[in-house]
């Protein structure tokens, strides 16, 4: 099927990463990631001791209402096609991403820049979407069978309003975009609410609401209550190998010694009160494999390994989750649409139920042997904004990629719509 083409397997390019710090290294970032940030971060934001986060439930239809009125507005019942679109990290300085190194047109092909991410949020916001959570879209419920099956929920939305589901992959701060003109980690600011933490080309240390994907549809999101009725922000898709949200919490194969150990605890306290304010906000978490693993190319055992660690090392921060982004889009056991092989089999046995790749489409399918939804999302990224007339149709309901991309700052690459 077209879905599955070598398009969305190019994905792979960017992200195809092993291990953060001393091992193989990330492209694009190439043969020289940077060191572990642990030295470089600043002092994480005093906080209180917080007790271990639990698993959270957020197959819950219940936060929306049935039909008639809410607070003023009618709400409608929908059926239909729920959109879903990925974002990585966004460009912070653009001067730093497309400066001509190693990384730059990965980068061009994968990232959207700060200000095209700003004027994709407002473009799709006036097209009369809004946000809905990935875990609301589905539940899990007994079938006549008496086995349990996934089940589309029916999403009561104001009226006239189209559902989007966003996610944003990677959200992990990987050494190569620190020096790459990306944002270093997320902290809590002085207001209370979570910012982004980094250097601008100067050096100079930059707190913002304004260069990070995460803090700017939260303030979006303020100044547009109505794009998320339900107060839901977007689904993070979380690896481990460098931790997570810029927060050093991996264990090192390389490096098993007490300080590291002592290191990566304290980095581990320190993202929880962001953890924590994340989802009081309505930021929900996937996993994205520990080490980014290509699905359709490891052995049942590596992935078991890999699902371990995610685990043990993110699942323990962020709680359980039944939501899987599968790393380059690569689908498990050859296929997961036409069959459930051991790999798929195994994940659904670890507790996922929704497997997403990457598409042309928001494309779901609720699979009928065994209890798990795979779907597709669309990705507005430099591919698809450069892409053909046909590549630009897939997103003319969002916004039109003529007026979003900014050639100015991005390399002098091809565009191939007229
Ligand atoms: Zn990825």
Same mark, same amino acid.
């Given at each position: 099927m077209p879905r599955f083409t070598a398009l969305v397997l190019l994905l792979a390019l960017l992200l195809s990463l092993t291990a953060c710090g001393q091992a193989p290294a990330a492209p694009p970032a190439a043969e020289d990631p940077a060191p572990p940030a642990q030295e470089e971060t600043p002092e994480a934001p005093e906080i209180e001791p917080e007790p271990e986060p639990v698993p959270?439930?957020?197959?819950?239809?219940?936060v929306m209402p049935e039909g008639g009125g809410r607070d003023g507005a009618a709400y409608a019942p929908w059926d239909g096609i729920v959109e879903h679109l990925f974002f990585h990290p966004v460009v912070a300085y653009p001067e730093l991403a497309f400066d001509g190194d190693a990384q730059a047109d990965g980068i061009d092909d994968y990232m959207v820049t700060a200000g095209e991410f700003t004027k994709i949020l407002q473009s799709v916001y006036d097209n009369g979407y809004v946000l809905v959570d990935i875990g609301d879209v589905?539940?899990?419920?007994? +079938?006549?069978? +008496?086995?349990?099956h996934m089940v589309r929920n029916t999403l009561y939305l104001p009226e006239g309003k189209k559902p989007v589901v966003f996610s944003y992959d990677d959200t992990n701060y990987y050494p190569y975009m620190l020096e790459n003109g990306f944002t270093y980690k997320l902290i809590i600011g002085d207001d209370g609410k979570?910012?982004?933490?980094g250097k601008d080309p100067q050096g100079n240390e930059v707190v913002s609401r304004d260069l990070d994907a995460i803090p700017m549809l939260d303030k979006f999101v303020e100044e547009h209550p109505d794009f998320s009725p339900f107060g839901a922000k977007a689904s993070l898709s979380l690896t481990g190998y460098c931790g997570i949200l810029g927060y050093r919490t991996q264990t090192e194969k390389d490096d098993q010694s007490a300080e590291h150990e002592e290191n990566r605890q304290r980095e581990r306290e320190a993202v929880k009160p962001i953890i924590e304010e994340l989802k009081r906000t309505g930021w929900t978490f996937g996993s994205h494999t520990w080490g980014h693993i290509n699905l359709a190319k490891k052995p049942l055992e590596t992935v078991k390994a890999d699902t371990e660690k995610w685990l043990d090392e993110v699942g323990s921060l962020v709680g359980q989750t039944p939501i899987l982004y599968y790393p380059h889009g690569a689908r498990p056991d050859g296929d997961d649409v036409h069959q459930t092989g051991p790999i798929f089999q195994y994940l659904h046995d670890q507790g996922f139920r929704v497997f997403a790749s990457v598409g042309i489409s928001s494309y779901s399918k609720i699979k009928g042997d065994i209890s798990a939804v795979i779907c597709d999302r669309l990705h507005p990224d430099g591919t698809t904004l450069r892409g053909s007339e046909k590549v630009l149709s897939w997103y003319e309901q969002f916004y039109d990629a003529r007026e979003i991309i900014d050639l100015e700052s991005r390399p002098k690459r091809e565009v191939r719509w007229q």
């Open positions: 959270y439930e957020i197959l819950d239809p219940t589905w539940r899990e419920d007994t +079938g006549e069978d +008496g086995q349990p979570i910012a982004s933490w």
